[in-house]
């Protein structure tokens, strides 16, 4: 069974930049013909997409985000990782990763992870 | 942009009943790429359906999906407790190529 796991700190200054990283077990990322992807929650609202990654490296982004996020992948520890800079109060949420199923659909979350951005 | 709106916001309903949830997208859409989610509190979404109308793996048969073009359904034939949560559908394709809906809250009446 394919699990992710988000690790990264849950707090950032303000200004600073958001690094996330995922750890895909049971399964490999160099072999899955899906992109995998990031996704936020803030507090109490609904779901933003952030971006995705296939394991080649190719890359898609949110374009109200896209300024400040770089997602990457490093096949030789099965992990892919979120950054974000120059963050706000307004990127505080709960960030997901997850792997796209068929139709793009989103079959595996991580349990999600909850970044506050204040001083 | 594509936008998906959901309606109701919430619905109030008891165990037995039937919920019916909508969503319209803001131009007609491939149905291969509309997908529902359920989000209980504390928790990661959960794929219900991809392609509109196909059930994930182990989601069971009171749940289904349908609907083409810009309306979307998402229908719980009988809701059971475990049932009562949030509910999101998402769409891929346009820009940004991802998005989701504003969630539709099935609560118990």
Redesign the interface.
Same mark, same amino acid.
Request: aromatic share 22%; charged share 5%.
């Given at each position: 069974q394919l699990q992710l796991q988000e690790s990264g700190p849950g707090l950032v200054k303000p200004s600073e930049t958001l690094s996330l990283a995922c750890t895909v077990s049971g399964g490999s990322i160099s072999s899955s013909p899906y992109y995998w992807?990031w996704i936020r929650q803030p507090p109490g609202t609904?779901?933003?997409?952030i971006g995705?990654i296939y394991f080649t490296g190719t890359t898609?982004y949110?374009?109200?985000l896209e300024s400040r996020v770089t997602i990457s992948v490093d096949t030789s520890k099965n992990q892919f990782s979120l950054k974000l800079t120059s963050v706000t109060a307004a990127d505080t949420a709960v960030y997901?990763c997850?792997r796209h199923?068929?139709?793009?659909?989103?079959?595996y979350?991580?349990?999600?992870t909850l970044v506050t951005v204040s001083s | 942009e594509i936008v998906l709106t959901q309606s109701p916001g919430t619905l109030s309903l008891s165990p037995g009943e039937r919920a019916t949830l909508f969503c319209r997208a803001s131009q007609s859409v491939s149905s291969?790429?509309?997908?529902w @989610?359920q989000q209980k509190p504390g928790?990661? &979404?959960? !794929?219900l359906i991809? #392609?509109a109308s196909?059930r994930?793996t182990g989601i069971p048969d009171r749940f289904s999906g349908s609907g083409s073009g810009t309306d979307f359904t998402l229908t719980i034939s009988r809701l059971e407790p475990e049932d009562f949560a949030v509910y @999101?559908c998402?769409h891929?394709g346009g820009? &940004?190529? !991802?998005?989701?809906? #504003?969630?539709s809250k099935v609560e118990i009446k």
């Open positions: 992807g609904g779901l933003e997409w995705h898609h949110n374009p109200s997901y997850a199923y068929s139709g793009w659909s989103l079959l979350w991580g349990q999600g | 291969s790429y509309l997908a @989610y928790q990661a &979404p959960r !794929l991809y #392609g196909s994930a @999101y998402q891929y820009s &940004p190529p !991802l998005t989701f809906g #504003g969630g």
